[in-house]
């Protein structure tokens, strides 16, 4: 994916896949994108359900349940 958005940019817009906790550990993520330490993560919605429950209904890719 980012070697395509690379080409498609015409290298004006070039993105680093890391691996899990290769900058923060896995669980500090949401934290780090935050104050802009990483610009962005992909993530399970279950780090992120613990620092408010709401996120998790933006998280899960299923979503739409009844009852939280």
């Not at 015409?10 to 330490?37: C, N, P, Q, W, Y």
């Not at 919605?45 to 620092?51: E, R």
């Amino acid at each position: 994916m980012a070697e395509r958005i690379k080409a498609m940019s015409g290298g004006r817009l070039v993105i680093d896949m890391l691996t899990s906790s290769s900058v923060v550990k896995a669980s500090e993520a949401f934290e780090a994108s935050a104050t802009g330490i990483i610009d962005g993560d992909a993530t399970g919605a279950g780090y992120i359900t613990g620092k408010n429950p709401a996120f998790h209904f933006f998280g899960d890719v299923l979503g739409g349940y009844e009852t939280p």
